[in-house]
Nanobody, 123 residues
Framework: QVRLVESGGGLVQAGGSLRLSCAAS????????MGWFRQAPGKEREFVAA????????YYGDLVKGRVTIARDNAKNTVYLQMNSLKPEDTAIYYC????????????????WGQGTQVTVSS
């Protein structure tokens, strides 16, 4: 069974930092691009970041660019999202995703999704 399991979410004050992790099991994703999306209450899922299979290419959503960094460790089958200078508007459930095909920026390009981890940023 293929699973993506996120961890590292929680409650943080504005200006703080969090590091999310995503552990994959059931198969290796070392040849897949991986990414993160988020969804806030009442809003559509939003692209946060993606990283190519080698880690040589990274992509970020406009709202988080400059504040987050995506990284991966293929030996551990794990993807990370370092988030700094967090804002209340970053509050959302964050999902780890494995890329299938197509643009990194669209949710339909990913065929595996984790259950999500809640990030709450207080003002």
């Amino acid at each position: 069974q293929v699973r993506l399991v996120e961890s590292g979410g929680g409650l943080v004050q504005a200006g703080g930092s969090l590091r999310l992790s995503c552990a994959a099991s059931g198969r290796t994703f070392s040849r897949n691009a991986m990414g993160w999306f988020r969804q806030a209450p009442g809003k559509e899922r939003e692209f946060v970041a993606a990283i190519t299979w080698s880690g040589g290419g990274t992509y970020y959503g406009d709202l988080v660019k400059g504040r987050v960094t995506i990284a991966r460790d293929n030996a551990k089958n794990t993807v990370y999202l370092q988030m700094n200078s967090l804002k209340p508007e970053d509050t959302a459930i964050y999902y780890c995703v494995a890329h299938d095909r197509g643009s990194y920026y669209y949710a339909f390009s990913y065929n595996y999704w984790g259950q999500g981890t809640q990030v709450t940023v207080s003002s």
